[in-house]
């Protein structure tokens, strides 16, 4: 077989196999490359960190499942360290019902951390189906699409939550996104109908859909992907947050020297393509 | 190295190398893990929406608290079953109506407020666009990208004179939003394989923290 052949018939199996090691050995032995922080990274962690101590609560949602935990749970991870940490109020909700677990494995540990107590500085809202209906219910009232939390509490007797009546009671929305309903069903039926503040943590698929949002200021800043959100853990790091886990920042080396091989299979294909052709 | 002892880290490690096996080629063991991920995942949506969405929003409000207004959401529903009867199939229009007319309402002002009016205050000039020169310059590249590409999808005019030049300048930005595109998703792909190699190596096997 001649060269340009090899190169054009690369056994995918051996693609497989060097893509493998090119995550694992990073995993295993990392390499500490450095991490640069993006503006839209920035421009969010910089709403979050502007909010005072007495700031009206934040609002976090959770419309991931599973699938996405490697880019969006870090996120989950460092946003509640750094507003509990910053002493500010969070409600946490879900449109995915998925979303639901992921944010009660968070809130199961994290709040403890900072003894924060739940009512008070805390309220799990849980999962509501009709996503739509959901954002825009908000809007009028919470209370009648949550009339009770996530253990069947009724918000009007939980400290935090009694004098919650809309979004005018709460400072920022962060939804942490894998698709739809995501970020664009806060933007659609909320943050165009009622202008509160939206940041939003996406999954690397749909982060450059999120940019013209960012440009236009609909939106005040992007996590994007496992990379956005080992930059927000880096952020919260150089800023003095002690976070407990850095999932997303020790995976950055795995992804970067996967990117590398990833380059190099096209520029090896694409060269052996363009040798055959020249061949024939 | 310090080996999981948790079952269920054990089932999770394993079926994650059944489907990791489809590399090699297609197997039993594939296809296995995969007709478990479907059943359950069928069995988990039938068991959560009628816990999350039919108790608590039809039977509880209808039966429990005797709210008669709920009888229509109930009917509507019902109505969607007709599809199966070939006779009487044509019934399903009328909640597919109900439900077209209410999203319709709702998404069409929703739309032409975010991504057209806001969209195209964001591609306005204003002094604010040139505070910082960089900021201008950006501003100036969104502008000339925007019209471009609407150019671009002008099919009504024949492409020659100014609009040739400018429909291909058009091509160039929509390749480099593709492009922009594909390594965002290459980054998401290989961050689930990170994902997936960082709880085989840590959790299961013990050899990452």
Redesign the interface.
Same mark, same amino acid.
């Given at each position: 077989m001649k060269l340009p052949e090899i190169l054009s018939k690369i056994p995918r199996q051996t693609i497989y196999l060097i893509m493998a090691l090119a995550i694992i050995i990073p995993l295993i032995v990392p390499i500490g490359m450095p991490i640069n922080i993006m503006p839209q990274t920035k421009k969010l962690y910089d709403a979050i960190e502007s909010l005072p101590q007495d700031a009206k609560p934040v609002l976090v949602s959770c419309d991931f499942d599973p699938q996405s935990m490697p880019e969006l749970y870090p996120m989950l991870e460092a946003l509640l360290h750094h507003l509990f940490k910053k002493n500010v109020k969070v409600l946490v909700m879900a449109l995915w019902p998925q979303g639901a677990g992921m944010a009660d494995m968070a809130l199961n540990t994290i709040p403890k951390l900072y003894n924060k107590e739940y009512g008070k500085d805390y309220v799990f809202l849980g999962y509501k189906a009709g996503a739509a209906a959901v954002v825009l219910g908000i809007g009028d009232k919470l209370k009648n699409v949550f009339p009770a939390d996530y253990y069947n509490t009724l918000l009007d007797s939980l400290p935090l939550t009694a004098n919650i009546t809309n979004y005018d009671d709460i400072s920022l929305v962060i939804s942490l996104s894998a698709g739809d309903p995501g970020y664009r069903t806060w933007l659609f039926y909320g943050q165009s109908k009622f202008r509160f503040k939206l940041g939003t943590g996406v999954t690397a698929v749909s982060a450059a859909d999120t940019y013209p949002y960012l440009g236009s200021g609909q939106l005040v800043g992007v996590f994007a992907g496992m990379k956005g959100a080992a930059e927000y853990e880096t952020a919260l790091y150089r800023s003095g947050y002690k976070l407990t886990r850095r999932d997303a920042t020790k995976a950055m080396d795995a992804q970067s020297l996967g990117h590398f091989f990833i380059m190099v299979f096209i520029i090896v294909g694409n060269i052996g393509f363009l040798l055959l052709r020249r061949s024939k | 190295m310090n080996i999981s002892t948790d079952i269920l880290i054990w089932i999770s490690s394993l079926l994650t190398l059944c489907i990791f096996s489809f590399?090699?080629r297609d197997n039993p063991f594939y296809r296995f893990a995969e007709h478990l991920f479907v059943g359950t995942s069928a069995g988990y949506?039938i068991a =959560?929406?009628y816990h999350?969405?039919v108790y608590p929003?039809l039977i509880v409000p209808l039966f429990k608290e005797g709210q008669i207004i709920y009888v229509i959401p109930l009917i509507l529903g019902i109505l969607y079953v007709t599809r199966f009867i070939p006779q009487i199939s044509w019934v399903v229009r009328i909640p597919i109506a109900f439900l077209l007319g209410w999203g319709s309402g709702?998404?069409i002002p929703?739309?032409l407020? *975010?991504d057209v009016i806001?969209?195209i205050?964001? *591609?306005m000039l204003t002094r604010v666009s040139f505070a910082r020169w960089d900021n201008g310059l950006w501003t100036i590249i $969104?502008l000339i990208g925007v019209i471009a590409t609407l150019i671009f999808f002008f099919f009504s005019r024949e492409r020659k004179g100014i609009i040739k030049p400018l429909a291909n300048l058009g091509i160039i930005f929509i390749m480099l939003?593709f492009g922009?595109?594909f390594g965002? *998703?290459?980054?998401?792909r290989?961050? =689930? =394989? $990170?994902?997936?190699?960082?709880f085989l190596?840590g959790p299961w096997l013990g $050899? $990452?923290k």
């Open positions: - | 590399i090699f949506f =959560l929406s999350n969405v929003n709702v998404v929703a739309a407020q *975010t806001k969209q205050q964001g *591609t $969104i939003g922009a595109s965002y *998703t290459v980054m998401a290989i961050s =689930l =394989l $990170i994902g997936r190699f960082q190596l $050899i $990452i």
